[in-house]
T-cell receptor
Framework: DAGVIQSPRHEVTEMGQEVTLRCKPI?????LFWYRQTMMRGLELLIY????????DSGMPEDRFSAKMPNASFSTLKIQPSEPRDSAVYFC???????????????FGPGTRLLVL | TQLLEQSPQFLSIQEGENLTVYCNSS?????LQWYRQEPGEGPVLLVT?????EVKKLKRLTFQFGDARKDSSLHITAAQTGDTGLYLC???????????FGQGTTLQVKP
């Protein structure tokens, strides 16, 4: 079975440019999460969707970040304009309903390593 | 704000040694999960503990959830080089799928 698919795997861009990260969750999963991982701050939840609806976006750093989930099989995280401090590894994860929501397993993609110069 | 503090941050040991990683918080969690992450990959779930005082074993790994559901520990017996990686604890609160992650413990097991 294909796991969570993220693209691109690596992205190098210049400050001020728009960056779009893409995620395809595991088929049948109804929750999707976007995380950012840095050495300084660890793994932080940016936003999560349930049944394509954004449930909690309190982790989105600022208005430069936006996320969409137009359908159950695709999500994007956009940064516009990008800044050097956005450099990090961005992970997408998905989970399927299984009884108690706080016991669900999140399956992570391989991540997108973003470098903003 | 809920926080999870992991200790130690870094651990370098010889193959065959035992070790314990701690995950502490002042908040109560509905569940506590442990993940392992290898370089260039996403975290992979090892275990979920739900009940206060619960102990789960996964081969040489033993996970315990504190009685008050505020802390957890991961104990590895006779570590192997294949155990090398970043270990992350993550807590879920309330009735959501939202996870709060600790900063992680980087484990290096030398042959």
């Amino acid at each position: 079975d294909a796991g969570v698919i993220q693209s691109p795997r690596h992205e190098v861009t210049e400050m001020g440019q728009e960056v779009t990260l893409r995620c395809k969750p595991i088929s049948g999963h109804n929750s999707l999460f976007w995380y950012r991982q840095t050495m300084m701050r660890g793994l932080e939840l940016l936003i999560y969707f349930n049944n394509n609806v954004p449930i909690d976006d309190s982790g989105m750093p600022e208005d430069r970040f936006s996320a969409k989930m137009p359908n159950a099989s695709f999500s994007t995280l956009k940064i516009q304009p990008s800044e050097p401090r956005d450099s990090a590894v961005y992970f997408c994860a998905s989970s399927s309903p299984s009884g108690s929501v706080y016991q669900e397993t999140q399956y992570f993609g391989p991540g997108t390593r973003l470098l903003v110069l | 704000t809920q926080l999870l503090e992991q200790s130690p941050q870094f651990l370098s040991i010889q193959e065959g040694e035992n070790l314990t990683v701690y995950c502490n918080s002042s908040s109560v969690f509905s569940s506590l999960q442990w993940y392992r992450q290898e370089p260039g990959e996403g975290p992979v779930l090892l275990v979920t503990v739900v009940t206060g005082g619960e102990v789960k074993k996964l081969k040489r790994l033993t996970f315990q959830f504190g009685d008050a559901r505020k802390d957890s520990s991961l104990h590895i017996t006779a570590a192997q080089t294949g155990d090398t990686g970043l270990y992350l604890c993550a807590g879920a609160s309330g009735n959501t799928g939202k996870l709060i992650f600790g900063q992680g413990t980087t484990l290096q097991v030398k042959p």
